[in-house]
């Protein structure tokens, strides 16, 4: 079946890094997008940004420019995110999401991130 | 970006209750409007595309309407399962979704 399944959970101090891993199954990876989304403890939806996964063409949130970096591994069928410089707002469940019809049809079943010293 | 807004913010509704949640946005939109649906500790789930489009597999008690700046989700009979928060979301110009609906059992 169509799904995309996540790397685990992540305990980071602030300032490191992280990479999250998105690997898809069931589709053919290049033919969608994939979008990232995260959420806070408590909070709402906050879109990431996207990669298509044909191209690699990348079009980010401006507010996480210049800290975000997405790409894809079309020989696993994998999409990775990397956050930089980590703040403790950074601490979220991270999703990736299937781009289809403008909508998001398929999502991983998030990666939980935590920022604290 | 284009602001979102959703009312109710929160809603208590009974088993069987017809319930209608709102959604609007800053500046038209045409029908580039979705919604979701998420349980605790769960990833969201697509309902609704292009304002009025039932995704594949959702019961058809569900039903979206609107164009512009003004779209509803509308649940015609709520089941147990359906007690969960709804949100927006507009893919018109630089994605974002709305603060969302929460709704439980009255």
């Known amino acids: 079946q169509v799904q995309l399944v996540q790397s685990g959970a992540e305990v980071k101090k602030p300032g490191a890094s992280v990479k999250v891993s998105c690997k898809a199954s069931?589709?053919?990876?290049?033919?969608?997008?994939i979008n990232w989304v995260r959420q806070a403890p408590g909070q709402g939806l906050e879109w990431m940004g996207w990669?298509?996964?044909?191209?690699?063409?990348?079009n980010y949130a401006q507010k996480l420019q210049g800290r975000v970096t997405m790409t894809t591994d079309t020989s696993t069928s994998t999409a990775y995110m990397e956050v930089r410089s980590l703040r403790s707002d950074d601490t979220a469940v991270f999703y990736c999401?299937?781009?289809?019809?403008?909508?998001?049809?398929?999502w991983g079943q998030g990666t939980m991130v935590t920022v604290s010293s | 970006d284009i602001q979102m807004t959703q009312s109710p913010s929160s809603l208590s509704a009974s088993v069987g209750d017809r319930v209608t949640i709102t959604c609007r946005t800053s500046?038209?939109?045409?029908?580039?409007l979705n919604w979701y649906q998420q349980k605790p500790g769960k990833a969201p789930k697509l309902l609704i595309y292009?304002?009025?489009s039932l995704q594949s597999g959702v019961p058809s008690r569900f039903s979206g309407s609107g164009s512009g700046t003004d779209f509803t989700l509308t649940i015609s009979s709520l089941q147990p399962e359906d007690f969960a928060t709804y949100y927006c979301?507009?893919?018109?110009?630089?994605?974002?979704f709305g603060p969302g609906t929460k709704l439980d059992i009255k």
């Open positions: 999401a299937r781009d289809s019809r403008d909508s998001f049809d398929i």
């Open positions: 069931g589709y053919t990876f290049t033919t969608y997008g």
């Open positions: 990669i298509s996964a044909y191209n690699g063409n990348t």
């Open positions: 500046q038209s939109i045409s029908t580039y």
């Open positions: 292009a304002a009025s």
């Open positions: 979301q507009q893919s018109y110009s630089t994605l974002t």
